[in-house]
């Protein structure tokens, strides 16, 4: 079935970079298109960016300068990466599959809690 | 940016009874809505896509409707385990972007 997990660090220091990695099984991501979303105390549900089923990347535009997201068709992973962390950064990110001509996310992972603290 | 303006904020009702959650889109999105449901450290989970089509394996007592910029959720004969905060999302446009969410609990 369906599944997608992400893993990564509980606590990231402020400006450093940080790095997440979303693991699907039961779907190829070369049929899918991935997406971030990330939940915050202050701004509650964040789209972040995707990564389209041929590789090609979209940003939402508060993060485009920092947030670079990337995969291993291989592995069946998804990367996250943002720099120039805040404090403000700190929630739960996750990742989402939409479908191809189907723009809402259909499955979503378990999230991961990302605390930016010194 | 598509502004996603939900109501009410927070909602208490009885076991039994319906409820609407209504969200506003500040321009028309052309029916390109979803609704997502978010248990307690859960994560969202799809109810309703294209505004008023069931996901898979949801239970018919919930239903959406609506057009242009104005959208409702309806959750007939509450359930204890309907219990969650929902979310309207909108993908007629990028950046993708959801509601504030309305937290539903149990009176």
């Known amino acids: 079935q369906v599944q997608l997990k992400e893993t990564g660090p509980g606590l990231v220091q402020p400006t450093q970079t940080l790095s997440i990695t979303c693991t699907v099984s039961?779907?190829?991501?070369?049929?899918?298109?991935m997406q971030w979303v990330r939940q915050t105390p202050g701004k509650g549900l964040e789209w972040m960016g995707f990564?389209?089923?041929?590789?090609?990347?979209e940003y939402n535009s508060e993060f485009k300068s920092r947030l670079s997201i990337s995969r291993d068709t291989s592995k069946n992973q998804v990367f996250l990466k943002m720099n120039s962390l805040k404090t403000e950064d700190t929630g739960v990110y996750y990742c989402?599959?939409?479908?191809?001509?189907?723009?809402?996310?259909?499955?979503w992972g378990q999230g991961v809690m990302v605390t930016v603290s010194s | 940016d598509i502004r996603m303006t939900q109501s009410p904020a927070s909602l208490s009702a009885s076991l039994g009874e319906t409820v609407n959650i209504e969200c506003l889109a500040s321009?028309?999105?052309?029916?390109?809505l979803a609704w997502y449901q978010q248990k307690p450290g859960k994560s969202p989970q799809l109810l309703i896509y294209?505004?008023?089509s069931l996901q898979n394996g949801v239970p018919s007592r919930f239903s959406g409707s609506g057009s242009g910029t104005q959208y409702s959720l309806k959750i007939n004969s509450l359930q204890s385990e309907d219990v969650a905060t929902y979310f309207c999302?909108?993908?007629?446009?990028?950046?993708?972007?959801f509601g504030g969410g309305t937290k539903l609990e149990l009176k």
């Open positions: 989402a599959r939409e479908g191809v001509k189907q723009p809402y996310f259909d499955y």
């Open positions: 039961g779907f190829s991501l070369t049929s899918y298109y």
């Open positions: 990564i389209r089923s041929g590789g090609s990347t």
């Open positions: 321009e028309d999105i052309y029916s390109d």
């Open positions: 294209n505004a008023n």
């Open positions: 999302q909108q993908y007629n446009n990028y950046p993708r972007t």
